[in-house]
């Protein structure tokens, strides 16, 4: 158990590492790999949102695009206005992770840490 909080935590770094993504201006394509793994949202460099790729044949593309075009429920709950997120306020950044129960452990952790109000530990 130690062995995979040690592994959760080492992951958890290497997202915070990675950098920051605009999305794309209108007519121009989103950049983001193919592959599975864990994306966090920002607006003005504070975290909005953290969520992993689950299924899908074309990964953390195909689950940035679906925000990006209003297809998830964080656009159209929270945000209300999926271009919002074509402003340069809103950045993403993303660690390719392959193993599905790694991504979500890394996930969980990466709420917690960096937006524990989702989880209703805010004051």
């Known amino acids: 158990m130690e062995c995979e909080i040690s592994k959760v935590r080492c992951l958890f ?38 969520g992993r790729t689950l299924r899908g044949k074309e990964g953390l593309n195909q689950r940035l695009k679906n925000h990006l075009y209003g297809s998830s429920s964080f656009v159209t709950t929270f945000l209300k206005d999926m271009s919002l997120l074509r402003s340069k306020e809103f950045q993403y950044q993303y660690f390719i ?17 960096l937006c524990p109000e989702h989880l209703g530990l805010s004051e």
């Open 13 to 50: 770094a290497k997202l915070c590492q990675e950098p920051k993504h605009l999305f794309p201006e209108l007519g121009r394509k989103l950049q983001a790999p193919k592959k599975h793994g864990v994306y966090v949202l920002y607006r003005n460099d504070v975290v909005v949102h953290v």
């Open 97 to 113: 992770v392959e193993a599905p129960r790694d991504r979500a452990l890394l996930e969980s952790y990466a709420i917690g840490n």
